[in-house]
């Protein structure tokens, strides 16, 4: 009995002289002993410090996909099979991104869906055929400046949406969000919430000159647009690939096949 007591009288003086120490810690005044200074201990800095709270978890209580801004993601610098899929949208942006693709040594083919919409992608296997018939590595999607207007579009569209991620399966992409001319009924939220904010560019954000219709971009603009999107896709995307800025204007073909609006 007298050992165990003896154990919990140690138990107890080691608890208190912790507590002492990390109120001691928080401070702002130290105690001095006939003139020397009690140092403090660091229990406060461990305790409040952005690495412990990592170690704890705290900071990695997010969504998988705002894991991945970091410095650590390799670029891969091998050669891309990119598809370039989507809206008229794409117009602009394939001639600049055929610069890009020629530059850095990458294949490109571009499909063009007129008037599409992620209702018409999600419930036809028009993305899924591209797919098996050019094989790419990447894919880049331009889709949904036909729906910024569509009302409860949230619960209207989130399953097409699904069902254009679910085709592209494990391939690398990006999904080149709408360029607003006019504030959205949520096809922007829809897509975010859908993709990650890391496979995700937010098109509506930049400004643009635009053609007289009022939505299209010029082509000028286009440029800018891709140069854009090629710096997002190289630092802070999820999948990184080696898209250096183009040395000059390529005359070459952007390989595209062009689709008509469903009747």
Excluded: C
Excluded at 14 to 41: C, H, M, Q, R, W
Excluded at 108 to 118: C, E, L
């Amino acid at each position: 009995m007298s050992s165990t007591k003896s154990l919990w009288q140690f138990i107890s003086i080691l608890a208190i002289t912790l507590l002492t120490l990390t109120i001691y810690s928080f401070s702002p005044k130290e105690i001095d002993v006939y003139g020397v200074s009690i140092k403090k201990t660091s229990i406060k800095d461990f305790l409040f410090t952005v690495d412990t709270l990592d170690v704890l978890g705290f900071n990695n209580l997010q969504h998988l996909s705002d894991t991945t801004d970091k410095e650590e993601i390799v670029t891969d610098t091998s050669s891309q099979k990119i598809l370039l899929i989507g809206d008229s949208m794409l117009e602009g942006l394939m001639l600049r991104l055929r610069d890009y693709t020629a530059f850095n040594g990458h294949e490109m083919k571009s499909v063009i869906w007129y008037s599409s919409s992620s209702l018409w992608y999600g419930t036809s296997d028009t993305l899924s055929h591209f797919i098996k018939q050019y094989k790419p590595t990447y894919v880049m999607l331009v889709l949904g400046a036909n729906e910024l207007f569509v009302g409860n579009i949230k619960t209207k569209r989130a399953k097409y949406v699904k069902r254009i991620i679910a085709q592209i399966d494990t391939i690398p992409y990006i999904w080149v969000g709408p360029p607003n001319w006019k504030d959205d009924t949520g096809i922007n939220d829809l897509i975010i919430d859908a993709a990650g904010k890391y496979q995700y560019f937010p098109s509506k954000d930049l400004s643009y000159k635009r053609y007289k219709d009022g939505a299209h971009p010029t082509h000028a603009s286009a440029v800018l647009w891709m140069d854009s999107i090629a710096k997002f896709i190289t630092t802070k995307s999820n999948y990184r690939i080696k898209l250096d800025f183009p040395d000059k204007r390529y005359k070459i073909s952007p390989n595209a096949t062009l689709l008509q609006p469903k009747k």
